[in-house]
């Protein structure tokens, strides 16, 4: 069966370091979601891309945090620079399409601390 | 806005007894209602879903009603077992206020589900 990756699976940085995530969502699915997921809580969106474009970054950070998905394939999430708050786990998704009725498919997480 | 509301936890049972984990939605249009599950150290997997009113979603002894009138989802299990200890989401994805669809999952803050032997 088809999954999303995701590395690293574990991140401990400083704060004001910058890090990195990568997603590689399950092939054909055009649909790629980044969702943080604090402690406690439910994951909540960062970033929605269709193919290579962003449809949804209406909660990120955009002082810190970056997404691409420059062939509309894998995906690179950023933060420059870190801070404490940042500590969370970050989860990709992927779907066949943008549709309220489509399953998403979620990876492993990467579980980031920040130190 | 959107927003899911999942009943207060954790829920502890012991194997074989009944489960339900209350879920109720505000959504300004006409929403699909999911469960997912998180086993520990693993990440999400969709438990089941409904994508219209009155329909009944069910996998693994697991089921769910779109109640529309009551605007909830509730999930409800005949016998648990020790397996099942998890953490549960309610979440929904809904078309915005333009007609059109981005997608996104609003989910509950989770229900921690322990099963004792």
């Known amino acids: 069966e088809a999954e999303v990756a995701q590395s690293p699976r574990y991140k401990i940085t400083e704060k004001s370091q910058a890090v990195a995530f990568w997603c590689d969502p399950i092939?054909?699915?055009?649909?790629l979601y980044w969702y943080r997921q604090i402690l406690g809580q439910g994951p909540e969106l960062l970033v929605q891309?269709?193919?290579?474009?962003?449809?949804?970054d209406s909660q990120l950070p955009k002082d810190r945090f970056s997404a691409e998905r420059l062939k509309g394939v894998d995906s690179t999430l950023k933060i420059q620079p870190a801070e404490l708050g940042d500590s969370a786990m970050y989860l990709c998704?992927?779907?066949?399409?943008?549709?309220?009725?489509?399953?998403?498919?979620f990876g492993p997480g990467t579980r980031l601390t920040v130190l | 806005g959107d927003s899911v509301t999942q009943m207060e936890g954790p829920v502890t049972l012991s194997e074989e007894a009944f489960l339900t984990i209350n879920c109720t939605y505000t959504?300004?249009?006409?929403?699909?209602l999911f469960w997912y599950v998180q086993y520990p150290g693993e990440g999400l997997q969709l438990l089941l879903k409904?994508?219209?009113?009155?329909d009944k979603g069910s996998n693994k002894g697991f089921e769910a009603t779109y109640r529309k009138e009551t605007t909830s989802f509730h999930l409800e299990k005949g016998s648990v077992q020790v397996s099942d200890s998890a953490v549960y989401f309610c979440?929904?994805?809904?078309?915005?206020?333009?007609?059109?669809?981005?997608?996104?999952?609003?989910f509950g803050q989770g229900t921690i589900l322990t099963v004792h032997p």
């Open positions: 891309f269709q193919d290579e474009s962003v449809v949804d």
């Open positions: 092939s054909g699915h055009a649909t």
């Open positions: 409904a994508t219209k009113a009155d």
């Open positions: 959504a300004t249009g006409y929403p699909s």
């Open positions: 998704a992927s779907s066949s399409t943008k549709r309220p009725t489509d399953t998403q498919y």
């Open positions: 979440a929904l994805s809904d078309y915005n206020a333009g007609g059109t669809s981005y997608g996104k999952l609003t």
